[in-house]
């Protein structure tokens, strides 16, 4: 069984256990002993069940299991153990008697179970990971008032003034909540030598101003600007780099110089532009508020760097992206030189209900012709891709090729938000479609369009290709780890209170930053609480995949700018800190980076002096 | 505080109301994305609790019988099983993003059966705190002494 499915089978469980103790007291103060007893009894083997989903989520990962472990548990463990020693015997001796056993010594210790009992089942959607010391104390202080304000309701009940302490543990609880403030995390190596606010400054990483030997400068003039599209027939409205919806596609050979000149005409919220999965100088890297500050209407900002990483890339703004990616300020970046024969880049995306494929009508490919097709998913959610009519090969991902691809047909390739798949195969005489979820995409060849294939299993990425050597693997020693527990709860987000998608515990700008050293060789484990699939991009950084689920990536070396955290899934990557800056470490679903996921990596002696960014 | 009480029941009934609009606004709204049901999460998650919660207190500092005050948290309950049906239904097809099956969807169309359970409640709420407060009207209110016949 899935960690995601134990973690709503451990829901019910939970839900079930409060119901039957709620449920016991209820039929106790009703006068029915015998169906009270009979609800205790179900109640007591429900806990136990809980106990053993409970264990069963800490073998998918101690973060699974922590609220219950620490809190939850123990909570009802003790408030049930004491219901059956005070309200057991009642009930046995009122069932003997035939009397009604609805004293309030039977009644109130059986509803207090069902308060923790509830506890356990409202704590994973309220505060998630992980229960801190503050959420202990306000849990057990509110299911203890629970309890007194029953206590006086049923009967006599103590002193008002036994709720003294109880309070007193609530705001003790708050105030822990407000004091921990840790805003670094050295992830167990040395803490910072630099003084906050002192060292590099990002806006000095620039990149160079001349190509490689042999290169030459590709000069781009980008001019934001509102405009419209044509989706499906519909006219919509669009922001666009140049008015284009995808933007220019901008392409080079290996060693070329890249100069872009961003201008806004009247994006209002300003734009920028990041090279996504491209590890271009810190301060070229297009993260406003940590590189930079927005383009404004009327505002200019040029980007350089060198094309060194041949490959399939895209750019987007990173102001207010959830809205402005969204709204088309995006593009692809393509470098090396073009496949031979048709090589064709289908950036994806979606307006309102309709994904659209980026390349329009259907491109000549004869028979015998090799074909390679750029898959880019420029939207938030991931995307699942078939080919008919043809065995393939899925040759690069992320722009990093791969060792060995074999062949491949009658699979699902699933593309995780922001991420890119090349695949390529031989030109057969029949047609070949590409279906994206299901609905037609993109057709080449002549004869009638396939229809969409269904049930094919999904391709494993960890298990596909042959491995090679990698400069450093799961059995390296780390400089640091750091460990992302991606769950919702309520946290401040810029200082509001919201809803959050938080990182162990807290949402952006309050999730601690990441300190590491230039040279370090560094860890990042990424575990998925929550029921979303969260794509996480780390800028500046491709990162070598380690295991999935305590599993070792068996396939060919897979170097990723974002990977796909699936619910209840633990990932276990690793990087060369080897580009000094401060950069977004993020959820790709950017409606997520939003609402708090999302947190910066610094590197030492490396300042930022631009403020007011946000998660998205 | 037994008006406070009613007035705190009707608004969760009203709350309860709102909901099944904010719920036929989601379901329409086109195109579909995760703001659909923004106003159908906010009421469900934040104001419908708030109120069930704060109308238990109410019927708690009125001193309405025991069965009233356990009553007027039923909705909360309900209010997190229908939390639940959608986390088991997402459970059920592996994830928010992912397609829905036949299984989970015979869990998520238990969101609407769910839902009359959770008016059902309320209505039983308001219907009881109403009656409470008539109760303790017809308590209050003096009555006319007679005076014994001289």
């Not at chain 1, 990483?309 to 969204?326: E, F, I, L, P, R």
Request: glycine share 12%; net charge negative; proline share 7%.
């Amino acid at each position: 069984m899935s960690t995601a499915q134990l973690i709503a089978l451990d829901l019910l469980a939970t839900l079930l256990a409060a119901a039957g103790w709620v449920g016991a007291g209820v039929a106790a103060a009703a006068r029915h002993a015998r169906a009270a007893l009979a609800l205790l009894a179900v109640a007591i083997v429900v806990t136990v069940v809980r106990v053993t989903t409970a264990v069963a989520l800490a073998t998918g990962g101690w973060w699974f299991a922590q609220d219950r472990v620490v809190l939850t548990g123990p909570l009802l463990g003790v408030a049930g153990l004491a219901a059956v020693l005070l309200a057991g015997p009642r009930l046995l001796s009122a069932v003997r008697a035939g009397t009604p056993g609805n004293s309030p010594a039977a009644v109130v210790p059986l509803l207090i179970a069902g308060y923790a009992g509830a506890a356990g089942l409202l704590f994973p959607f309220l505060v998630g990971y992980p229960a801190t010391w503050g959420d202990v104390l306000v849990t057990v202080a509110l299911v203890g008032a629970a309890g007194l304000v029953t206590w006086r309701v049923a009967g006599a009940g103590p002193p008002l003034w036994t709720f003294l302490p109880i309070l007193a543990m609530g705001l003790a609880g708050v105030g822990a909540g407000f004091a921990t403030g840790v805003d670094l995390d050295a992830g167990g190596g040395p803490e910072s030598h630099h003084p906050a606010g002192h060292g590099v400054s990002v806006a000095d990483l620039r990149g160079p101003t001349s190509p490689a030997p042999g290169g030459q400068v590709r000069r781009y003039e980008f001019t934001a600007r509102e405009t419209t599209v044509n989706v499906a027939g519909r006219t919509v409205e669009a922001w666009g780099y140049n008015g284009q919806v995808p933007g220019p596609p901008i392409t080079a050979s290996q060693g070329d110089l890249i100069e872009v000149t961003l201008h806004n005409a009247d994006i209002q919220r300003g734009v920028t532009l990041h090279w996504h999965g491209y590890d271009v100088p810190a301060g070229e890297d297009g993260a406003p508020g940590v590189t930079q500050d927005a383009v404004p209407p009327g505002g200019e900002f040029v980007y350089r760097f060198r094309a060194d990483q041949v490959g399939t890339y895209w750019y987007h703004t990173h102001q207010a992206s959830d809205v402005g990616v969204k709204m088309g300020l995006y593009g692809t970046l393509v470098v090396g030189p073009p496949a031979k024969g048709v090589d064709l880049t289908v950036p994806v995306h979606t307006f309102g209900s309709d994904t659209v494929v980026g390349t329009a009508g259907t491109p000549e490919a004869a028979a015998g012709t090799p074909v390679r097709l750029r898959l880019v998913n420029t939207d938030s959610v991931p995307h699942r891709f078939t080919l008919t009519g043809t065995a393939y090969r899925l040759v690069a991902v992320d722009g990093a090729d791969l060792n060995g691809p074999a062949e491949l047909r009658e699979v699902e390739l699933r593309l995780p938000a922001g991420g890119r798949y090349d695949v390529a195969f031989t030109m057969p005489a029949g047609p070949v479609a590409l279906h994206v979820d299901g609905d037609p995409g993109l057709r080449l060849g002549t004869g009638d369009q396939p229809p969409a294939p269904k049930g094919w299993p999904e391709l494993d990425i960890t298990r596909y290709g042959t491995p090679a050597a990698t400069p450093f693997g799961p059995e390296s020693r780390f400089d640091r780890s750091f460990t992302l527990v991606l769950d919702r709860g309520f946290a401040l987000v810029d200082g509001v209170p919201k809803y959050a998608y938080t990182i162990n515990g807290r949402a952006f700008p309050n999730v601690p930053t990441q300190l590491v050293r230039e040279g370090d060789l560094v860890e990042m484990t990424v575990a998925n609480r929550s029921l979303d699939t969260h794509p996480w991009h780390l800028h500046g950084h491709r990162v070598l995949v380690l295991e999935r689920d305590g599993r070792r990536a068996s396939g060919s070396p897979l170097w990723l700018d974002t990977f796909d955290v699936r619910p209840g899934e633990v990932w276990r990557v690793a990087f060369r800190a080897d580009n000094p800056g401060e950069w977004m470490n993020h959820c790709h679903n950017l409606g997520h980076a939003t609402q708090g996921m999302a947190l910066h990596l610094r590197y030492d002696g490396v300042m930022t002096p631009f403020h007011g960014g946000h998660g998205g | 505080m037994r008006r406070v009480f009613v007035v705190l029941s009707g608004l969760l009934f009203l709350a309860i109301l709102a909901q099944f609009y904010f719920a036929a606004v989601g379901a329409f709204d086109r195109p579909q994305d995760d703001d659909s049901f923004a106003l159908h999460s906010i009421v469900g998650m934040m104001v419908i609790p708030l109120l069930s919660i704060l109308a238990t207190v109410s019927a708690a500092l009125a001193r309405a019988p025991g069965r009233l005050i356990g009553l007027s948290l039923a909705p909360l309950g309900l209010v997190v099983v229908q939390v639940l049906i959608i986390v088991v239904g997402n459970a059920i097809s592996g994830g928010s993003d992912e397609d829905t099956g036949a299984a989970g969807l015979f869990v998520f169309g238990l969101h609407a059966v769910n839902a009359l359970l959770v008016m059902g409640a309320a209505g039983a709420v308001l219907r009881r705190a109403r009656a409470f407060a008539a109760e303790k009207t017809t308590v209050d209110t003096p009555q006319p002494t007679v005076s014994p016949a001289a």
